[in-house]
């Protein structure tokens, strides 16, 4: 079993920048790939970005590529979210979630997620 928990959400004007930190604890997280989800109102979870089990290879969404960078310190069993140039549409809550599988955009193929921490992006 992993747990994780996300914190850093907020709270931001458009144009500013929020730091996600998402903590695992149960088992070592570099055994495992990790992913960003997140949730709008109304709206099905979507994959945001994604960072294999050394870090060496991430994967965005088109929405928020150039924007968001996903990084991990697996000493400290961490995986963070950059979150720069906010725009409203970013407005969700943000997941992260563990996957034993090879890195994958696809939410279902996750085995563990977080309880999500809420971003709000006002114009």
């Known amino acids: 079993q992993v747990q994780l928990v996300e914190s850093g959400g907020g709270l931001v004007q458009a144009g500013g920048s929020l730091r996600l930190s998402c903590a695992a604890s149960?088992?070592?997280?570099?055994?495992?790939?990790m992913g960003w989800f997140r949730q709008a109102p109304g709206k099905e979870r979507e994959f945001v970005a994604l960072?294999?089990?050394?870090?060496?290879?991430?994967y965005y969404t088109n929405s928020v590529n150039g924007r968001f960078t996903i990084s991990r310190d697996n000493a400290k069993n961490t995986v963070y979210l950059q979150m720069n140039s906010l725009k409203p549409e970013d407005t969700a809550i943000y997941y992260c979630?563990?996957?034993?599988?090879?890195?994958?955009?696809?939410?279902?193929?996750?085995?563990?997620w977080g309880q999500g921490t809420q971003v709000t992006v006002s114009s």
């Open positions: 149960g088992r070592t997280l570099s055994n495992y790939a």
């Open positions: 960072i294999s089990r050394s870090g060496i290879s991430t």
């Open positions: 979630a563990a996957t034993r599988a090879n890195p994958t955009t696809g939410r279902e193929l996750y085995d563990y």
